[in-house]
């Protein structure tokens, strides 16, 4: 089990984005981030009470990924997201509708 902390975002503009919120997962003694990002901006916003499937499984899938790997899919009728690994520690998760 992997716990997890929801700030707000801060623009990144080594990545070009400006994310909503940023996910900090701790899994032992390393931590991630994840930096939530609705493209487009009336995209599904990230809600902290509703979204810990989203974390679990977003963490499980971007740890399997190489640097820059990317994947698209959705999470039942109406979240599509798309994942990518940036750095060893840093992902992006955009919400895609």
């Not at 810990?52 to 499984?57: A, C, F, H, K, T």
Request: aromatic residues 14%.
């Amino acid at each position: 089990m992997v716990q997890f902390q929801v700030s707000a975002g801060v623009a990144q503009p080594q990545y070009g984005f400006v994310p909503s919120h940023k996910i900090n997962v701790t899994q032992g003694s390393n931590t991630f981030s994840y930096w939530y990002v609705q493209d487009p901006a009336t995209a599904r916003a990230f809600d902290s009470q509703k979204d810990s499937d989203l974390v679990e499984l977003m963490h499980s899938k971007g740890l399997e990924f190489q640097l820059g790997q990317f994947e698209s899919f959705a999470i039942g009728a109406d979240r599509n997201y798309h994942l990518q690994r940036l750095t060893s520690h840093e992902f992006l998760i955009k919400s895609l509708r």
